[in-house]
């Protein structure tokens, strides 16, 4: 650790002393340690290999999140168990996981919010496993290409105008992390695997936040229809109950792309006049369905 | 080779997928270049995606006397004026069309009432000059860019996997050789030219608002390649970290928080910063802000957890909070169970941001190596001595979009691929494969105990402030750690083995660590974030020089590059900075400013 003051100095001691406690070492409320241990159970194996759980005992740290416990193991006990993370913090949507069979991120979940008793963390089902936590979400990637992008009209190019009152809707869309695991809960995956003809909920906000952006001229509805297999959807709400950005799937995205594509297969003539009223109509029938 | 491979073609080669290997991604593809993006994580994973607070750009849409002058001058003077002024002078222009350019693919932004861009103040900014959509600018940022990549023709990207090797013909890079993280293969990559945007370094530190991708990988690929690594000793402490509970520590507090009026307090309740500086109190600079912090804790005025208060909720109101940092709001709810509309948030220094980098030309992002690009946090120039907040997302645009032209133009003019030296794959095959293979016994080395050995040393030696002294003992260290380094031994297979995969990620760090260790040790005076303890003043020759490290006779050196000096009628625009004082100028631009206008204030 830091040494004595170097001779000259701005009268301050050397970096490291006192600005932080270390984590480690024996249990003080500085070092966080609560004395405690928790029993984890891990998911471990591969495809073609071992599959089981594998239970660690792990000291418990105040505040200490699933994805703690999880590096804790890597670190000490089993260097080879493998899991995603970027941010821990809940920014990036790369740890999902099932914790206790729940679909969650697992930098965000205490563990002094789960019931006492053994924690059991398993990759998420519906995607293929490549590894203990981690799967194979590539299909993901895939279905995003076959989403024509955002296309504006051509201007002048002067800078744009739009309401904050518009940013505000399309941000709530915008605010996925892209942990799927709507994707990963949403029964249409889980148990029929119609994942060539369903984009999933995930997907529905990416079409939701283009469809609803006034500049946006495309329009997506027979996709959603044909490819985006929106019909699959019968409203379960599973999908919002586990989105760790509040985002409301179903009500929001979801429900009024139905009535959206519903209009399209009934009735073109009123779709067609309502794309010539342009974009404040787009946005106006928005705020209508809320 | 020992073993097959799996090989690829390409015109560019981009090395990461955060903003600046994105937008250099599009560039090369639209300048008709089949081009490569590949990541060790997931796409959209990429630390562009965490960063909050927003993109400096002086679009002037609330604060009329802003401008990209103002822009230029803010921006070198947060520098302490090594910055490359070329890069700046760059910068300041591009970045307005860039955030514009983001608009008209499909990014957000908050509006003004007008329905402009909405600005926010930040640390070190004359004016209200960051775009932001609330705390998400990053996500917004590389959603937008990662749709608009995949949607250009001429584009594939590789995902989780990682390079760790330039592959050279002569003295120009022709590829680069890696592996398939989920599958353990290996992976050879022939291009024209290459595009370092590989980000920033943090993890060689303890505490740090980093990822587990923060570990220096290019910048260490790039100096076993020839390139020089400029700036190295320049290592940012965002001085508002979390730092409870301890799982927490070091994830990042965002800007925001005192751009919407968050001030700091000590334990006995005063607004410290105040009296630190008191013009621009706590929108200083990031390094003034982090010392501050520092030297209110070793007084004795810390919070509990050693660090400071941030304080939002006695300055707006809850439902303001909840608006305009959202993200914030539910960090410290999730995470330390703190309601900051009501309380305040405990904070600390963490290590944030990388300053130096890869030494590039200004225009093109051109390294010192032929057929080598870098741009972003990879690069080094832009931010000099200390980074303004706001200003990496704008990097990563301008200059990852220019890096990106630059190295099509450089492949198309190319011609044929060089072939691949089967020397060089072997031995980048052994270094790969050599933790998985060699049976040490008790002499075998753990990689993650390697890693926490270093992350002392430089959290400790080589942090927020530096001596001769501390800096000998880290350095002594790194020698130490190099060795052992040699011994890692990764238990398991080759299918995602994070334990072998650290025992790469080490052996970055620690080329890394070196190069700051002996950057910092040769900077024997106190500017930015560099500290000296033992040179608490700034030295008049090194304000006109950069150091660079680079491989000699395979022993790393360190030398001076002589900075070109900014034009006269460049340096009159330093004084458009509200924060602009004659008596600070450096001697070799002394006089050469005229008193500041009235549009300055
Ligand atoms: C929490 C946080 C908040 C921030 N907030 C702001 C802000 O508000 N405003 C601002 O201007 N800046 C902010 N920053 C800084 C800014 O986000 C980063 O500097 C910037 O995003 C860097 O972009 P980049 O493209 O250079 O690199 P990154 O986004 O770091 O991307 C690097 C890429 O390189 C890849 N890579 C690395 N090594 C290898 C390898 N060996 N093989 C293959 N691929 C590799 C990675 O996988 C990744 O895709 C913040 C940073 C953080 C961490
Ligand atoms: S609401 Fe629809 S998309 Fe969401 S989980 Fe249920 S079926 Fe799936
Ligand atoms: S919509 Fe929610 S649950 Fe689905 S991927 Fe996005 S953030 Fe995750
Ligand atoms: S690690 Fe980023 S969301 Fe959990």
């Not at chain 1, 739009?162 to 799927?180: A, G, N, P, T």
């Not at chain 2, 003004?112 to 600005?119: A, K, P, R, S, V």
Request: charged content about 25%; overall charge neutral.
């Amino acid at each position: 650790m830091a040494g004595a003051l170097p001779q000259g100095s701005d009268a301050v001691p050397q970096p490291g002393a006192g600005l932080f406690s270390p984590v480690d070492g024996p249990p003080t409320p500085e070092s966080g340690l609560t004395g405690e241990t928790i029993t984890l159970r891990v998911f471990k194996g591969q495809p073609g290999g071992e599959m089981g759980y594998a239970t660690h005992e792990v000291p418990e740290v105040t505040g200490m999140v699933v994805l703690d416990a999880v590096h804790w193991v890597q670190r000490n006990q089993d260097s080879d168990l493998a899991c995603r993370w970027n941010c821990k913090a809940g920014k990036c949507g790369s740890c999902s996981a099932e914790v206790n069979g729940r679909p969650v991120l697992m930098c965000k979940t205490r563990i002094d919010t789960l019931p006492r008793g053994p924690v059991t963390v398993q990759p998420m089902k519906s995607f293929p496993l490549i590894k203990d936590l981690v799967t194979d979400v590539s299909r993901n990637y895939e279905t995003n290409k076959l989403i024509p992008p955002f296309t504006a009209a051509p201007d002048d190019g002067t800078p744009w105008r739009i309401q904050q009152m518009d940013i505000d809707r399309l941000y709530e869309y915008r605010r996925c992390i892209e942990c799927f695991l709507c994707q990963d809960v949403c029964h249409v995956n889980r148990t029929h695997d119609l994942s060539a003809r369903f984009f999933g909920p995930r997907f529905f906000v990416r079409v939701a936040s283009l469809e609803m952006h006034p500049k946006d001229i495309l329009d997506r509805r027979d996709l959603l229809h044909d490819q985006g297999g929106l019909g699959y959807c019968n409203i379960t709400k599973c999908c919002t109950e586990v989105c760790p950005e509040d985002i409301h799937i179903t009500d929001n995205a979801i429900i009024p792309l139905k009535e959206r594509v519903a209009d399209a297969h009934w009735d073109p003539v009123q779709w067609v006049a309502r794309k010539l009223r342009g974009s404040s109509a787009k946005t106006g029938e928005r705020a209508a369905d809320k | 080779m020992s073993e097959s491979y799996q090989t690829r073609e390409c015109d560019v080669l981009v090395i990461g997928a955060g903003g600046a290997g994105l937008r250099a991604a599009i560039a090369a593809a639209q300048a008709g270049c089949s081009t490569l993006v590949v990541s060790k994580s997931l796409l959209g994973k990429a630390h562009t995606v965490m960063a909050e607070g927003g993109i400096a750009a002086g679009l002037a849409n609330l604060d009329t006397p802003d401008s990209w002058e103002v822009h230029f001058a803010d921006t070198m003077l947060g520098g302490q004026l090594i910055n490359n002024w070329r890069m700046v002078d760059l910068y300041s222009r591009e970045v307005i069309d860039r955030v514009y350019e983001l608009e008209r693919w499909g990014g957000l932004f908050d509006r003004t009432d007008d329905g402009l861009i909405m600005q926010r103040a930040f640390g070190a900014h004359s004016w209200k000059r960051l775009c932001h959509v609330g705390d998400r600018t990053g996500l917004e940022l590389i959603r937008t860019l990662q749709d608009k990549m995949v949607h250009t023709a001429g584009t594939e990207v590789l995902m989780e996997c990682t390079l760790t090797r330039l592959l050279t013909h002569g003295d120009r890079v022709c590829g680069a050789f890696g592996y398939l993280r989920n599958t353990g293969e290996l992976i050879v990559i022939r291009a024209g030219a290459v595009v370092m945007a590989s980000g920033g370094w943090g993890r060689m530190f303890r505490y740090t608002s980093n990822s587990w991708e923060g570990t220096g990988d290019g910048a260490a690929m790039a100096y076993e390649a020839g390139a020089e690594l400029q700036d190295m000793e320049f290592v940012q402490f965002h001085p508002t970290g979390m730092i409870w509970p301890p799982g927490a520590r070091g994830i990042l507090v965002t800007e925001a928080v005192r751009g919407e009026g968050g001030i700091l307090r000590n334990s006995e309740g005063e607004r410290f910063m105040e009296r630190y500086d008191p013009v621009k109190k706590d929108l200083s600079s990031r390094d003034v802000v982090a010392r501050s912090i520092y030297k209110e804790v070793v007084a004795g005025r810390g919070s509990p957890h050693g660090g400071a208060f941030l304080d939002i909720a006695s300055r707006r109101s809850a439902a303001d909070i909840r608006k305009r940092l959202p993200s914030m709001c539910d960090q410290f709810e999730a995470l330390a169970g703190v309601d900051i509309s009501k309380e305040p948030m405990e904070v600390g220094p963490t290590i944030h941001y990388t300053m130096g980098g890869i030494r590039v030309d200004a225009e093109t992002g051109a390294s010192t190596v032929p057929g080598l690009y870098a741009a972003g946090e990879a690069a080094a120039g832009l931010h000099g001595a200390n980074r303004l907040g706001g200003n990496s997302l704008g990097d990563i645009l301008v200059f990852g979009r220019r890096a990106g032209a630059a190295a099509a133009e450089s492949a198309k003019s190319l011609g044929a691929k060089p072939a691949v030296s089967q020397k060089q794959l072997a031995g980048a095959e052994a270094d790969v494969l050599l933790p998985l293979a060699h049976d040490l016994g008790e002499k075998a080395e753990n990689s993650y105990v390697l890693h926490r050995a270093l992350q002392e040393a430089m959290q400790d030696d080589a942090g927020i402030g530096r001596s001769e002294e501390s800096l000998s003992r880290a350095l002594t260290a790194i020698g130490e750690l190099t060795e052992r380094s040699t011994r890692m031994r990764a238990g398991g297979g080759r299918v995602l083995n994070p334990g072998w995969h650290t025992c790469r990620d080490v052996l970055s760090m620690l080329t890394v660590s070196e190069a700051i260790v002996r950057s910092a040790t040769a900077r024997r005076e106190s500017r930015g974030s560099q500290w000296r303890f033992d040179f608490p003043e700034k030295d008049a020759h090194l304000g006109q020089i950069n150091l660079v490290a680079r491989k000699r006779g395979g022993a790393m050196k360190v030398e001076e590059r002589a900075l070109v000096p900014m034009p006269d009628d460049v340096v009159t625009r330093l004084a458009r900075s509200r924060f602009f004082d004659p008596a600070a100028l450096p001697s070799h631009y002394a006089g050469k400013v005229p008193a500041p206008g009235p549009e300055a204030h």
